[in-house]
């Protein structure tokens, strides 16, 4: 169960702070969001530890924005136009799929991988280090 606690915890933090930039941009968020955010946090880092050392920070950012925007399409599809939620509607914006994404947010997703990368990498390493976690 140790073993996990790295991976709880970027998904609870991930899913914080998504929430939080939600209400910081547009004033409200759903609690569906955390759960976007939290997998999303977590999903970008378990790839990144997976990758080659030396692979180029811009690299990493693609994948970055690549991984958050299909979960957010996929968590789109779910509340938006399974559940009807109505929690987001991209539509309004150029280079939109289905009003679940666009381009716009997935290169401020690319941009905003950068810091969630590293802040990722500080957490899960804290968080071995302090339970003597081995990977």
């Known amino acids: 169960m140790k073993r996990f606690l790295p991976s709880i915890l970027l998904f609870l933090i991930g899913g ?8 910081l941009w ?13 997998a999303c946090f977590w999903a970008v880092d378990d790839v990144n530890r997976r990758l080659k050392k030396g692979t180029p920070i ?27 939620w109505n929690v987001w509607d991209y539509s309004r914006f150029y280079f939109n799929f289905m009003g679940q994404v666009c381009l716009l947010y997935t290169v401020i997703w ?23 976690i081995k990977r």
């Open 16 to 23: 914080g702070i998504y929430y939080m930039l939600e209400i």
């Open 58 to 84: 811009w690299v990493r950012c693609s994948i970055g924005a690549a991984i958050i925007t299909v979960l957010e399409f996929v968590a789109g599809c779910i509340v938006n136009l399974w559940a009807h």
């Open 26 to 38: 547009r004033g409200f968020s759903h609690w569906s969001m955390f759960l976007a955010g939290g």
């Open 110 to 132: 690319f941009f905003l991988s950068a810091p969630l990368i590293w802040l990722a990498a500080k957490i899960r390493t804290g968080v071995e280090q302090l339970f003597h």
